[in-house]
Structure formats: structure tokens, C-alpha cells
């Protein structure tokens, strides 16, 4: 019978491993049976490798940097949660390099550990926290709220746009993690940033009566519009150019479908021998005297 208790902790301690990328906690272990004495033994004879005080790499030293985010984690007890730049990495919108690991958690006070950089907070709500693959982190619109008090406006530019392009970002929650975080730094930098980062995206007559204007403004030969080319509806089209112009709004164009629909046809268009340029509502709205420069210049050259 003891023997087989054994097999079943030792394979529970497995599965546990396996579950948070090769690491586990000391209290996890002494949950599941472990005597301080055996957990001991198995430091000594390398089944246990410390990563930090507390937390183990099982059966060997080597563990990925999900290992390593989770290691953070779990030696920053329990309600901690990946958090600021490593909660941009594991979410994919912040590269991976920094040697250190950002963990906030709820409370003050406490022993520093080595290698990680340790956010304390009064609180930390239960719906800014949630799980990617297994480890706890703080969610997209909570992460961004972090990164605005420690990166430059030009990196959270940046981070915002690789959220929103990974379909990830969400500004209704990033309003709801804001009222819930009253008297935050991060609150400046995201008034004076968030008009810039989601502008009211106009009605499809709106961005083509706005790209009509430019024509007249800047006199530019007027397209046809809402042509057929191909068998494909497009937004403008100078024949005698074979030229074809997309307004891209996300509104209209924002969805993975749409995205790979409107490459195929540009595809399409391409072999048929068509140019095709896409023109965005923010490269209209922000720069129209370059997109009208491009135009002329497409238009200059023979097709």
C-alpha cells in the first residue's frame, strides 16, 4: 500500500510539473504528501533543482521562459500574477529579453528576490488577473495599463498596436480597469494617448466622401466608384491606369476573415494586372498630402 501511495504522489508531482512548465512550489509539494525531509532528499540527489527560495525546476535545471515566468510567480506567493513587460511577452505584443521578471502582488512589504522586479499594490482586483497557458497574469487591459507608467509614449504607441493587431485589445476594458485604479500615474499617459490610438473609425460613405475631397482639394483625376473589376467590387478605380484604390477602415476591414479576403483579391487583381494600393483611415485623416503625392505619382506611371 505504501508503495503504491508512493507511485501516485510521485506521479501527481509530475502531472503538477507538467501543468506549470517543469516548476513547483514548496508548499504545492508538502501539499501533496512531501515531508520537508523528502523534499530535502530530492535537492540532495538532484530530482529537485532551487530556482528560487521555495520553488523547484523538477528533474532538471533547464526550463523555458514560461518556466521561468511561472518560477517568478509561484516565489512570489499566493495572488501574484506576471505582470508589466512579462505579461506583454507571454500575451505577444512585448519581446522577451529582460533578464528579469515583473510579478505584482497584493500586498506591501516583503523579502526581495533575486531576478525579479516585484510591483506591490494595496489590491489587485480579481478582474484585472487571469490564466495563460496555466500562469497567472494580469490581463490585456491591465498589462497596458501597467506598461503606461513605465514605458516611453512611443513604446506604448507600440504596444497598443501589436494588441490590436493580435485582435487582443479591447479599450472598453481598458476604461473599466481605469475606474477601477483610481490615482495611478498611468492614468495621464492614457488620456493624452487613447484619442490618438482609437479614433472614431467613419461609415464607408464617410471615408470615401472624405477621400473624394482630397481629390477635389489637391486635383487629383476623380475614379470610378464602387466599380467592378474582375468580378470584384472596388472602392476606386482609374481605368485608363489599371489602377485600384482600398480604403481600409477597421470597422469595415478589422476581422481575420476580411483581412485574408481582401489579400485575395489584391491577389487576383495583381495577376490580372491591376495595381492595387490600400490607403488607411489614419493615413488619410493625419497625412492626406502624402497619400495624394502617391496617388499622382501611381498615376504618372504607365500601367
Known amino acids: 500500500m505504501a508503495a503504491m501511495a508512493g507511485r ?48 523547484y525546476a523538477v528533474g ?20 501574484a500574477v506576471l505582470s508589466h513587460r512579462s505579461a506583454g511577452a507571454l500575451w505577444g505584443f ?27 499594490v494595496r489590491r489587485l482586483h480579481m478582474e484585472d488577473t487571469t490564466e495563460m497557458d496555466a500562469i497567472p497574469v494580469s490581463t490585456v487591459a491591465r498589462t497596458l495599463f501597467d506598461l503606461a507608467e513605465i514605458l516611453d509614449r512611443n513604446g506604448l504607441e507600440r504596444a497598443f498596436e501589436a494588441a490590436e493587431r493580435s485582435e487582443l485589445l479591447d479599450m472598453r476594458q481598458i476604461e473599466l ?38 481629390c477635389r482639394l489637391t486635383s487629383l483625376p476623380l475614379p470610378q466608384v464602387n466599380a467592378v473589376v474582375e468580378g470584384f467590387e472596388v472602392e476606386a478605380f482609374w481605368p485608363a491606369h489599371r489602377l485600384v484604390l482600398e480604403l481600409d477602415s477597421f470597422e469595415f476591414h478589422g476581422t481575420r476573415a476580411a483581412f485574408e479576403r481582401d489579400r485575395a483579391r489584391d491577389a487576383a487583381l495583381l495577376v490580372a494586372g491591376y495595381r492595387v494600393v490600400r490607403v488607411t483611415y489614419r493615413q488619410l485623416r493625419d497625412h492626406p498630402e502624402r497619400v495624394a503625392e502617391i496617388v499622382r505619382d501611381l498615376l504618372a506611371v504607365a500601367a
Open 8 to 55: 501516485a504522489r510521485e506521479a501527481a508531482i509530475a502531472a503538477l510539473a507538467a501543468r506549470q512548465h517543469g516548476v513547483v512550489a514548496r508548499w504545492q509539494l508538502l501539499e501533496l504528501g512531501l515531508t520537508a525531509r523528502a523534499i530535502a532528499y530530492r535537492l540532495s540527489v538532484g530530482r529537485l533543482h532551487v530556482i528560487h527560495r521555495g520553488v
Open 177 to 214: 480597469t481605469r475606474e477601477r485604479n483610481p490615482g495611478r500615474r498611468a492614468h495621464k499617459r492614457l488620456r493624452s494617448l487613447l484619442p490618438s490610438l482609437s479614433p472614431a473609425e467613419p461609415t464607408r460613405s464617410e471615408l470615401e466622401r472624405l477621400f473624394h475631397r482630397l
Open 60 to 79: 532538471h535545471e533547464r526550463i523555458t521562459v514560461r518556466g521561468r515566468w511561472m518560477a517568478a510567480v509561484l516565489a512570489c506567493g499566493i495572488g
Open 94 to 120: 512585448l519581446d522577451a529579453a529582460s533578464p528579469r521578471v515583473d510579478v505584482t502582488s497584493p500586498r506591501r512589504g516583503g523579502r526581495a528576490v533575486p531576478r525579479i522586479r516585484r510591483h506591490r
